[in-house]
């Protein structure tokens, strides 16, 4: 009770701050228990990217949670592409449905996010920083916390989980002296080892992250990224990453007539000995691969010295969910501490947290200390500088420009 | 009301047939000519068709799409014939025919897969060799995925033969093979030349629809594809998939007027067919007159069996490797087996598989039990007037198998969209049936119909209702084929891929819709779990059809077979 009193103070004076009074049908976020009350019995249907096998199963057990303390029933949508729930959401606002909307809560970051922000597509501002759970978010240290992709959050979404560009190979195949240590070393490495490198094509999540972490390399100046892009200088500005990726793709994997479809797949080609580096945008994919028997133990990570990309991904409320409650509850109990913990275990998905260990009460915090993060995951202090998101201006045009080049078949 | 109920059930059965092939058409055909409220669009023009021409690799991928449908059947067809042709009537044949049967059970996108674990740079197949070579690394070869589409053409070779296999021995019985062998043989001809002049036209008469679907089905296919086929750019059908599925709403226009196009390259696939008929009746007039008589054809006879022998080894090798994945810990190249065996894929598998395996049964049971009731109905009626309804009958239970399934899943999903209804799962069981409901017709008809009427016709004289007959003379005998035609129908509903993905919406997923979705991370270990489940139900329903008669008959001793 004294918790639920707490619970319900913190709510309330966080809310009184920000000056958020009521978000859309006149749910006051204020009154938590409200919130919890009505969602009781409601269904959330969580659209979530569904490729990988542990994050659906963490997903499953957010799902149980949800259904055991608060009645909530979670069911994820399985997307190959979060595009496709945008448009879905899309499709209902030009249909005329404002309300009784077919998605509760997606996961989302970068374009998708900016582009649903940029139509009205989402719950009104403000509620993720009115959640409960907030008050542990690390917002000092962590600033794609409050800017996706350079496009401010603005309390649109609620974060949960950290990214980092991090790259894997086997040490029992490969050298690791001769390891590249910035994007013109990896092309060196590639053309030293013909077919063992290549990148998932775009608009794959992490074949595009690929691209922007060689442009944000080759670029002459990194700071035209922070911004939207210019037209005029558009040609010019990517030049130098196309004329990167014209001289990689003879050297690539199958010359590049084709190309791995995702990390996963990239997971099993260095696993076959098809491909000898790969990365991910979580620096624990290594050591959850080999305890869950998928790749050798003898697999290790590394980082570029200068730098790699790194992000926050979330989860957002479209303006029409049908699971408003249900849906503000879920996303409130995705960063508790308890689930965030679960999510940086590497045996479940090994997702960085975004709390701040300092805001944590001391068990908490413990139990994160006490993770055993695995033998191909880096420490955190040796993941190397955070290289900011382009913004996602740039990405939509590259994608379009790459389609163009490589994949049209001429 | 007996007479009435079969009447109105023909009706009933051609409606649910043809009017959501109609519709679908329609709620393509509208949007390509950019007619779609919804986006704001009320006004007919070209516009989608204009952006669809200037899709960059367009070219590509129609040809490609041409090319893997033409050649797929052409090459199933062709080992088809001098398979039967030279072993027709002896017991080579109906051996193999037990070892095919099993192979129309197993889903497409089940045996694209386990092709795939056999034939890629870094599968089994190379795996055996590979310490013989000195092969320690997989090499850079482009397969699956090949540009040109040879793998993929190669992975629905090894369906549709056994389909093709099966088909034409079904038509085999309608024409007299003993005579014509005596009579070739008389005159010295060869057993291929003697089988083709004489009964492969009258053959290919009786299951020409099937080969049109065979035609139609390659040209369009999806989940295939998207296993086997090129990726970059990828065949027409699995584009339209992407546009249909673009954050970008108007790429449904796009991708409307694209379903048109896919319409219109199998409509030509099948046009350039029959021209390909035409010739290969000449040449075969031409050879006959001038008397050509091919006698030694051992050559093409062993090539054939060798043929058919590879695509049931290929088949039934891949769903072995399926398995062994399904069950492997770490496995790297070149290892043999696995270095440790784990049923952690399943474990972890099972419990995530309740609901799609859920949706998988209850679509396919009801799918199935409508399928079978129209059927049954259709073929009752069918009784009662002595009408059969011949050739157009025919090409009307074929249509839904001819038209791709792109074309009018697509216009049905928006027609589903648009109207707003929350019965998805009634829905996803009628899109089912059009495609279940020919197969189960197709397979119940022949026993249906070859059942000797005079038990009736006795029980009839006795002062029996036609109901009471049906019911208590005529099902009980046709039990075996009625549970055969619904294991069929079972199967077929277990493997769509395209409908399930449409109309479902992410919301209703079967086991075929998240093997194909997950073959997207290349997990080979958790593809097994789900290609196999794919498999196993299918052939658990042919178990059934096979078991539940004979218990059903254990106490009547002729009834058992």
Known sequence: ?410 | MTALLPRSVVVLTLGLLLLPITFGLFGTLLPAFGFFPALGGHALSLDPFRELLATPGLPTAVVLSVATGLGATVISLGVTLIFVASYAGTPTLSRLQHLLSPLLAVPHAAAAFGFAFLIAPSGFLIRLVAPLVGIDRPPDVLIPHDPMGLTMIAGLVIKETPFLFLVTLAALPQVDLPAARRLAASFGYGRIAGFVYLLWPALYRQMRFAVYAVIAYSSSVVDVALILGPNLPGTLATRLVQWMNDADLSARLLASAGAVLQLAVTLGVLLAWFGLERLFAILLRVSRETGRRFVRDRFPRLASILVVGLIGAAVFAGLAVLAMWSLAGLWQFPDLLPQSFTLRSWMNALPRVADPLVTTLVTGFASTLLAVLLAVGCLVRENQTGRTGGEKALLMLYLPLIVPQVTFVFGLQLLFIGSGSEQRLAALVLVHLVFVLPYVFLSLADPWRALDRRYEIIATGLGRSRFAVLVSIRLPMLVRPILTAAAVGFAVSVGQYLPTLLIGEGRLSTITTEAVALASGNNRRVIGVYALLQTILPFLAFALAVLLPAVLHRNRRDMRV
């Open chain 1, 1 to 410: 009770m004294m918790r639920l009193m707490k619970r319900i103070l913190a709510a309330g004076v966080i809310a009184g701050v920000s000056g958020l009074q009521a978000i859309a049908a006149g749910q006051d976020l204020a009154d938590w228990t409200a919130v919890e009350k009505a969602a009781s019995g409601q269904t959330v249907y969580f659209n979530a990217w569904g490729g990988s096998e542990n994050i659906n199963a963490y997903l499953e057990w957010v799902g149980a949670e949800m259904q055991a303390r608060y009645g909530v029933n979670v069911v994820q949508v399985k997307l190959d592409d979060t595009a496709s729930a945008v448009a879905k959401v899309i499709a209902e606002k030009s249909a005329g449905k404002d309300e009784g909307g077919s998605v509760d809560l997606i996961w989302i970051n970068g374009e998708n996010f900016a582009s649903m922000k940029k139509q009205g597509l989402l719950l009104a501002p403000g509620w993720a920083t009115s959640l409960p759970n907030w008050r542990y978010v690390d917002i000092e240290n962590q600033p794609t916390i409050l800017t996706d992709f350079t496009e401010p959050t603005e309390g649109l979404e609620s974060p949960w989980g950290g990214a980092k560009m991090v790259f894997f190979y086997d040490k029992a195949r490969t050298d690791a002296a001769a390891l590249p240590d910035n994007a013109a070393q990896l092309l060196d490495w590639a053309k030293k080892n013909p077919g063992r490198f290549s990148y998932p094509a775009p608009p794959d999540f992490v074949g595009s992250s690929f691209l922007k972490q060689v442009l944000s390399e080759v670029i002459d100046d990194p700071a035209k990224l922070a911004k939207p892009l210019k037209e005029e200088t558009f040609e010019r500005d990517v030049e130098p990453l196309f004329a990167y990726l014209d001289q990689l793709h003879p050297v690539a994997w199958r010359s590049a007539k084709t190309f791995p479809q995702n990390y996963p797949d990239m997971k099993q080609k260095l696993a076959d000995g098809e491909l000898d580096i790969i990365f991910a945008f979580n620096p624990s994919e290594g050591s959850a691969g080999i305890k869950a028997g998928e790749l050798p133990d003898t697999v290790r990570s590394f980082t570029f010295s200068g730098g790699t990309l790194g992000n926050t991904h979330f989860v957002a409320i479209p303006y029409n969910a049908n699971a408003r409650e249900g849906a503000l509850l879920t996303a409130n109990f995705l960063i508790s501490p308890e689930a965030q913990l679960r999510k940086q275990d590497p045996v479940s998905w090994g997702d960085p947290t975004v709390l701040a260990m300092s805001k944590l009460p001391e068990p908490d915090r413990a139990a994160f200390a006490a993770l055993d993060l695995g033998v191909a995951t880096l420490a955190p202090d040796e993941l190397g500088p955070v290289i900011a998101e382009p913004h996602s201006s740039w990405m939509e045009r590259i994608e379009v420009e790459w389609r163009r080049r490589y994949a049209s078949g001429n």
